[in-house]
């Protein structure tokens, strides 16, 4: 079955960069498009960019200066990277199947920026 | 960015009600809508696509509708599991933005 797993750092510095490895199963890289959403605490939801199946990407323009996505087909793993983390930072980051909506959600990974 | 405004913030029905929920565009979005369930600590389950398109598994209580730049979700008859935080998000444009969520309690 469809299945997506966020993995990384539960904890980053300020100032330092976020990596984030989301692995897929139950599906290619090649047909999906895979988009990263994040949810600081209490807070609502952020779209944050897409990287599509042909390997273009998309970003939020309120993030694209600190944010670069990829991906490994073959290892079934896309990755998020953002630069110059900050507190307003702190949240859980999810990566989620998409089309036109995102269909499956990974479980979430929550991130808190502090020294 | 096209603004989504979601109401009512929260909202507290009895076992058996039907409710909505709202989600209005600040430009047409040409149905490009989805409605989420988010349960405490957990990710988000689609419910609706594409404005009324239920997706596979999710119980036939939960509908959608609306077109242009206004969107509804219904519950016909609130279940104890339909209680949690529900969000609407358009993917006509980018960025993808979300409604500020509507929180849901039985009373």
Redesign the interface.
Same mark, same amino acid.
């Given at each position: 079955q469809v299945q997506l797993k966020e993995s990384g750092p539960g904890l980053v510095q300020p100032s330092q960069t976020l990596s984030l490895t989301c692995t897929v199963a139950g599906f290619s890289l090649t047909s999906y498009n895979v988009?990263w959403v994040r949810q600081p605490p209490g807070k609502?939801?952020?779209?944050m960019g897409v990287i599509w199946n042909t390997g273009g990407t #998309?970003y939020?323009?309120?993030l694209k200066s600190r944010l670069s996505i990829s991906k490994d087909t073959s290892k079934s793993q896309v990755f998020l990277k953002m630069n110059s983390l900050q507190t307003e930072d702190t949240a859980t980051y999810?990566c989620a199947r998409? #089309?036109?909506?995102?269909?499956?959600?990974?479980?979430?990974v929550m991130v808190t920026v502090s020294s | 960015d096209i603004q989504m405004t979601q109401s009512p913030a929260s909202l507290s029905a009895s076992l058996g009600e039907t409710i909505s929920i709202e989600c209005r565009a600040s430009e047409d979005i040409y149905s490009?809508l989805?409605w989420y369930q988010q349960k405490s600590g957990?990710?988000?389950? $689609?419910l609706i696509?594409?404005a009324n398109r239920l997706?596979d598994g999710v119980p036939s209580r939960f509908s959608g509708s609306g077109s242009g730049t206004q969107y509804s979700l219904k519950i016909s008859g609130m279940q104890p599991e339909d209680e949690g935080d529900y969000?609407c $998000?358009q +993917?006509?444009k980018?960025?993808?933005?979300? +409604?500020? +969520?509507t929180k849901l309690e039985i009373k």
């Open positions: 988009h609502g939801l952020e779209w #998309r939020n323009s309120a999810y998409g #089309r036109g909506y995102l269909d499956y959600w990974g479980q979430g | 490009n989805a957990k990710s988000p389950q $689609l696509y594409a997706q969000f $998000l +993917g006509s980018f960025p993808f933005t979300f +409604g500020s +969520g």
